[in-house]
């Protein structure tokens, strides 16, 4: 049997119903695994012991009265730095924030509470969720656990190394343009962007608005379906989440792929993938048609603009939602510079990093006069014909199968001084969140003993769809088993 620090969220919740473990002794047996490989790993800017076991004695106090348990009882949990806390400090991994405090909990931080869900700290990140590799942190970069030389991805790289390390079940992530599905691929785990609007923004630090979504993070498809089943549905302190149809985690389990017709993108199989990550990839299409699918080539003809679409229109509104770090009402306030220009100007200077800076410039120029029209407003119209190719493409298949990333783990700064190889990272990813649909990355394979993603996009809100084809490839494959050598 697993070690408790590898068990699944339905065997620890489990557990802890049946009185087999306390979720105590879950929560320890974590805590123990972080101060083990933490120092190796850094996927941790918090760690909250005293409120994680204080969390896991009432799951056993409500336990020892009869009471029922919530879906995740008892099960240790990350949350990335981007999502709010209540009491805990919510950095965004950004200087500007060090040491704040948020008076409230995120829509998804209070349901992770309510199902019984044992929050154990906040995972570092790039930047307010700015890069691809979780080097863009103020507190120190991010090691993958299967190469401590090598990155874990970004920008929810210690929400992925957590998990893969063991340190907890599972996590949060926010994915703006494939900050969960990337760093997920090259740390073997899955990792979920659900559909715009599926789970509430409200308490999330902004990023790009119309681009940000929270997705769950874990070691198996249904892991995944579990967590996502927990934090998702309409709230009405977010006007852009939806009222759509329930999503049931058992209902990806159930029946069989037979039929399941599965589009192959031309566009994401050419230049820029490596040779292994490609080969992978059309092993695991024909490892789904073995199964009973059928998989065919298409186009996507514009998705090879959406990284030149996403770094105006990201940007842009980056460039507003930062625009309330001023140094007066909440954050690091500089003593230096004169009178209010100044101090905002001393302020965001001394907060923020490089990158955080260089992409509110670029959309600041974007949104300027006499450039809104050549910039943003060309980008909107070229996102609007992308999700179009997408429609188009869902007419004739269910499912759409590509890499998540062109490559395994990239080395600790190979990437740092190239600011376009950094965002090609993405260039997989990027047309999911485009177009507002759900995509997975599951792992597929090894190449130089790092992971390979395999990404599986659908139709809007249709998550059960997607992840009952990744369940399926999961099922009938073994690297979702796989360890990294930190685990062993």
Same mark, same amino acid.
């Given at each position: ?6 068990? %699944? ?14 979720? $105590? ?30 969390? !896991?004695? #009432?799951?056993?106090?409500? $336990? /020892? ?12 949990? !990350?949350?990335?730095?981007?999502? /709010?806390? *209540? ?18 909990? !995120? ?24 890069? %691809? ?25 210690? =929400?992925? @190394? ?8 599972? %996590? ?11 760093? !997920? ?23 790009? /608005?119309?681009?940000? &979504? ?33 999503? /049931? ?8 792929? $037979? ?59 980056? =460039?507003?939602?930062? @625009? ?33 800076? &260089? ?19 060309? #980008? ?6 992308? $999700? *179009?190719?997408?429609?188009? #493409? ?10 998540? %990333?062109?490559?395994? @783990? ?48 659908? *139709? ?14 999961? &099922?009938?494959?073994?690297? +979702?088993? +796989? ?6």
């Amino acid at each position: 049997m697993e070690p408790l620090t590898y068990r %699944s969220l339905r065997a620890l919740r489990d557990a802890v119903c049946s009185g087999e473990v306390s979720a $105590r002794e879950i929560t320890r047996a974590h805590l123990d695994r972080i101060a083990e490989v933490e120092p190796a790993i850094s996927a941790l800017l918090a760690v909250t012991t005293d409120g994680a076991l204080a969390q !896991a004695d #009432a799951v056993d106090a409500a $336990r /020892s009265r009869g009471e029922e348990l919530g879906p995740l009882a008892g099960v240790p949990i !990350a949350l990335k730095d981007v999502i /709010s806390t *209540r009491g805990v400090a919510t950095t965004c991994g950004s200087r500007i924030l060090a040491g704040w405090k948020p008076p409230y909990d !995120a829509t998804v931080t209070a349901r992770l509470r309510e199902a019984g869900a044992v929050m154990l700290g906040k995972a570092n990140c790039d930047e307010f969720a700015m890069g %691809s590799s979780t080097e863009n942190s103020a507190y120190g970069p991010t090691r993958n656990p299967w190469n401590l030389d090598r990155v874990p991805g970004g920008s929810s790289g210690g =929400s992925a @190394a957590a998990v893969a390390a063991g340190e907890v079940a599972g %996590s949060l992530g926010s994915d703006t343009g494939g900050s969960i599905r990337q760093p !997920a691929a090259l740390c073997g785990i899955v990792g979920l962007k659900p559909t715009y609007g599926r789970v509430s923004r409200f308490g999330l630090v902004a990023y790009a /608005s119309s681009l940000d &979504q929270i997705g769950p993070m874990a070691r198996s498809v249904e892991d995944a379906a579990l967590l996502l089943e927990a934090i998702c549905g309409v709230d009405l302190l977010d006007a852009t989440s939806v009222d759509a149809p329930p999503f /049931s985690a058992e209902a990806v389990k159930r029946g069989d792929i $037979r039929g399941l017709r599965v589009g192959v993108p031309r566009e994401f199989m050419g230049d820029g993938i490596d040779g292994a990550v490609a080969a992978a990839v059309r092993a695991a299409v024909e490892a789904l048609c073995s199964m009973g699918a059928t998989a065919e080539e298409c186009s996507l003809p514009t998705a090879r603009h959406s990284l030149a679409t996403y770094y105006i229109l990201a940007p842009a509104e980056a =460039s507003s939602n930062l @625009a309330r770090y001023d140094g007066v009402r909440f954050g690091l306030r500089s003593e230096g510079g004169s009178g209010h220009a100044g101090m905002t100007e001393a302020s965001r200077e001394a907060g923020f990093g490089a990158e955080t800076k &260089q992409r509110i410039l670029v959309g600041t120029y974007a949104l300027s006069a006499g450039y809104y029209d050549a910039y943003y407003l060309r #980008a909107q119209k070229v996102r609007t014909l992308i $999700r *179009r190719d997408f429609d188009a #493409a869902f007419e004739r298949f269910d499912v759409l199968v590509t890499p998540t %990333s062109p490559t395994v @783990a990239f080395g600790i700064g190979e990437k740092s001084d190239d600011p376009l190889a950094m965002k090609l990272a993405d260039v997989c990813t990027l047309p999911a969140n485009m177009a507002g649909i759900p995509g997975v990355s599951i792992p597929c394979g090894m190449d130089q003993g790092l992971p390979i993603g395999l990404q599986i996009m659908g *139709r809007s809100f249709d998550e059960e769809n997607v992840l009952r084809a990744a369940y399926a490839y999961e &099922q009938a494959t073994r690297w +979702h088993t +796989h360890r990294p050598e930190v685990a062993r």
